[in-house]
């Protein structure tokens, strides 16, 4: 059984910047892809940003040139840096990784951590 923990978030104000990370636990050999998800009330889930172990990635529109994310393949972790918030980024993040295991590749989610930003 893999798990996802995911840490940080938080309460900011509009303009200012907050960090989320997620390490992913359990019997693994290897995490293609990992991504940061959000979900704010009354909208679908929208993919955020997603990162390959080779260190590429694509992100949302609406969060270019202000969300950085990365990964740490030694510690199956990833990150997402946040800067510039605005209200509208409010949401509750949650982290995802295709993980290869010993059953084969599965989908994992994290807990979701909330992003709150005031205006």
């Known amino acids: 059984q893999v798990q996802l923990v995911e840490s940080g978030g938080g309460l900011v104000q509009a303009g200012g910047s907050l960090s989320v990370s997620c390490a992913a636990s359990g019997i693994i050999f290897s995490i293609p892809a990992m991504g940061w998800y959000r979900h704010a009330p009354g909208k679908q889930r929208q993919l955020v940003a997603r990162?390959?172990?080779?260190?590429?990635?694509n992100y949302a529109d609406s969060v270019k040139g202000r969300f950085t994310i990365s990964r740490a393949n030694a510690k199956n972790s990833v990150y997402l840096q946040m800067n510039s918030l605005k209200p509208e980024d409010t949401a509750v993040y949650y982290c995802?990784?295709?993980?290869?295991?010993?059953?084969?590749?599965?989908?994992?989610w994290g807990q979701g951590t909330q992003v709150t930003v005031s205006s």
């Open positions: 990162i390959l172990p080779d260190g590429s990635t």
């Open positions: 995802n990784a295709g993980v290869i295991t010993d059953t084969g590749e599965h989908n994992y």
